[in-house]
């Protein structure tokens, strides 16, 4: 065998260093990344955003040569988990399946749930179905990982191999594994969702802004997923970048509120304003109750009430969630602390009736509008000041 032959087998045409090879192998998975966030997740499946059909095909393309995966089938599983969330027609729910499961066998999980027809036929709609999609894409999707192989190899030598590994693994453990499974079992939430998703800050790079979880299942359609000061969306970057290029159109991002002056009396604009924020409302109102909480403690320690202090310290980690989401003996334990502190049961009160007023889907904008202006009543005759000025805020809601 020639010298020149073994040294095409050992460096291929580029001869790279090592950190020359690290570098490329993070640059290229970092481009699936922002293809399966921009492209698959934004723009396919929740049509957050358009992309010009020169920057879609692009990212099509490059998700076949990298992972194989098709538009339609992650789309389709991609929808299928957010209507039947942590149930178990969910296709990787870590509630409903386990946290290892889904970690360590999540692209297993979505090649068997890619096989079922019903999904595809039921959720994949407005996905693209041109020629190339059916006679390129999805008759051989192993063509294109084979050529990416043969591309690092022919680029990289024998080391090729070990990037092309890389590629290959990169997405089924970052975004089958670890958004699909710590997103909904570990972290912290900004937002009460109906499901378990979670924010695993700081992994934005890395994942593209996925990581920011309980934000995204909380405002679904929205092309940004970072929601406090601290937290970064770097496909959220990308995105502002193609927009000032003209290579994508955003058509929705999560609602800000915007306060105005306060109104005695409530108008269809304040309420308006109120369900459009409804989650960041009840956020707010879940951190005063918090306050309350931790106020509470601090008085009955100061006091030398050495029973009722344990008893409503061993509550702390979970009295402000909603009763839904307790166990039995929490659940149980609730009117020994409300027999503790009226001003608890007061609050605990006000936002069960705040939160029914979202699920009161039969209920004219008329019927709605009063039940706010009386709940803003109720918190300001309350005789607590925290709820007094919550009722402040919401009537400046605008």
Known sequence: MSNSLLDFLAHGLLHLSWWQLVLYT??????????????????????????????????????????????GQWAAIHRKHHAKCETEEDPHSPQTRGIWKVLLEGAELYRTEAKNEETMRKFSHGTP??????????????????????????????????????????????????????AHFWGYRNFNSADASTNIFPWGILIGGEELHNNHHTYATSAKLSNKWFEFDIGWMYIRILSACRLATVKKVAPTPRLGSRKLVLDQDTLQAVLANRYEVMASYGKALKRAYRQELAHLKEVGAREKYQLMRSARNWFHKEEAGLDEPQKRQLPQIFANSQKLRTYIELRNELAAMWERSNASREQLLAQLQAWCHRAEQSGIKALQEFALRLRRYA
């Open 26 to 71: 993070l640059a290229v998975t970092h481009v699936t990344i922002v293809g399966v966030t921009v492209y698959l997740h934004r723009c396919q499946a929740h049509r957050a955003l358009d992309l010009h059909p020169v920057v879609s095909h692009f990212f099509r393309f490059w998700l076949w040569m990298t992972t194989g995966m098709l538009t």
């Open 129 to 182: 179905n041109d020629w190339i999609e059916r006679h390129v894409y999805t008759k051989y999707p192993i063509l294109g990982v084979s050529l990416m192989m043969v591309i690092n190899v022919a680029l990289f030598g024998a080391v090729g191999l070990t990037v092309w590994a890389v590629q290959m693994i990169w997405i089924p453990f970052w975004a089958a594994g670890v958004v699909n499974g710590l």
